[in-house]
């Protein structure tokens, strides 16, 4: 059986950017002084939205070369998402558990992305996108796999 990814929600590490929004939408809104602090909300959800965002659009690109170039802007997205977390851990807005489990998903998400962008640059010499081709499922435990590394 081949896996095929047809769509930008097919791509692991943008169901697990989703995830990161989600948890961070969460920890906002149960803390009623965190959704007051407008500044420190605007910008980590907007950090962790343009990580699906990136991805999205990346994916529409018309290469490879950019889809990588979008993933790397995904991937400081979620550096910024993580930075972000320190400053409402420090402000007291979430409890260090919620820090610890949104920070693992930004995390968890880089590891995705990173295990994307190693195979679309071992891809490069290929003229189309590779992506769009069928992607054994095998490949893309291997992909899973070297992140554990």
């Known amino acids: 059986m081949v896996a095929t990814i047809n769509r930008f929600e097919d791509l692991e590490c943008w169901m697990e950017a989703r ?9 906002i809104t ?10 420190l ?3 980590l959800t907007g ?3 343009s990580v699906m965002n990136n991805i999205a659009e990346g994916w529409a690109s ?3 070369n950019e889809f990588i170039r979008f993933l790397t802007y995904s991937r400081r997205s979620c550096a910024e ?11 007291h807005y979430i409890s260090q558990q919620t820090f610890n489990n949104i920070y693992d998903q930004a ?28 992607i054994k499922p095998q490949t893309i435990s291997t992909i899973i796999t070297s992140l554990t590394i």
Do not use: H
């Not at 995830?19 to 920890?27: D, G, H, N, S």
């Not at 149960?30 to 500044?39: I, L, T």
């Not at 998400?109 to 003229?127: C, F, P, W």
């Open 81 to 91: 998402s993580q930075n972000c977390l320190y400053v409402a851990l420090d402000q």
């Open 47 to 49: 950090a962790a939205i």
């Open 62 to 64: 018309q290469s490879n």
């Open 30 to 39: 149960e803390n009623k002084e965190f959704k007051m602090d407008y500044r």
């Open 107 to 134: 995390l968890k998400t880089v590891k995705i992305i990173d295990g994307l962008l190693r195979y679309l640059r071992s891809q490069r010499t290929k003229k189309s996108k590779t992506i769009l081709t069928p």
């Open 19 to 27: 995830k990161l929004v989600e948890m961070v939408y969460r920890a």
């Open 41 to 43: 909300v605007g910008q």
